[in-house]
């Protein structure tokens, strides 16, 4: 089956970047959108980045659009989220989602800390 392993949160200091990684296997990386979320302690999952599965289109929250970039190596099957400018109302653990058909798989999560 489907499943996704994700790397490259940690702390980061304001104004600083990330990329977090979201390898996947058990199935071609170019049938699959993809998907970047991330949770706050006590708030919902929170949409922030997707994109299609050949890369041709991606989409981004009001609130990341400009910092962030979603992009996919279909080859390396790796998927990423290039954070950039990033400020402490990002810290959350950010989660990596694949949907295929009816068919949604989601990584374990990686925390991301924004902090001095």
């Known amino acids: 089956q489907v499943q996704l392993v994700e790397s490259g949160g940690g702390l980061v200091q304001p104004g600083g970047s990330l990329r977090l990684s979201c390898v996947v296997s058990?199935?071609?990386?170019?049938?699959?959108?993809m998907y970047w979320f991330r949770q706050a302690p006590g708030k919902e999952r929170e949409l922030v980045a997707g994109?299609?599965?050949?890369?041709?289109?991606?989409n981004y929250s009001d609130s990341v659009r400009g910092r962030f970039t979603i992009s996919r190596d279909n080859a390396m099957k790796t998927v990423y989220l290039q954070m950039n400018n990033l400020a402490p109302q990002d810290t959350a653990v950010y989660f990596c989602?694949?949907?295929?058909?009816?068919?949604?798989?989601w990584g374990q999560g990686t925390q991301v800390t924004v902090s001095s």
């Open positions: 989602k694949a949907n295929y058909g009816s068919a949604a798989v």
């Open positions: 058990g199935r071609p990386l170019n049938q699959l959108y």
């Open positions: 994109i299609t599965p050949e890369g041709r289109r991606k």
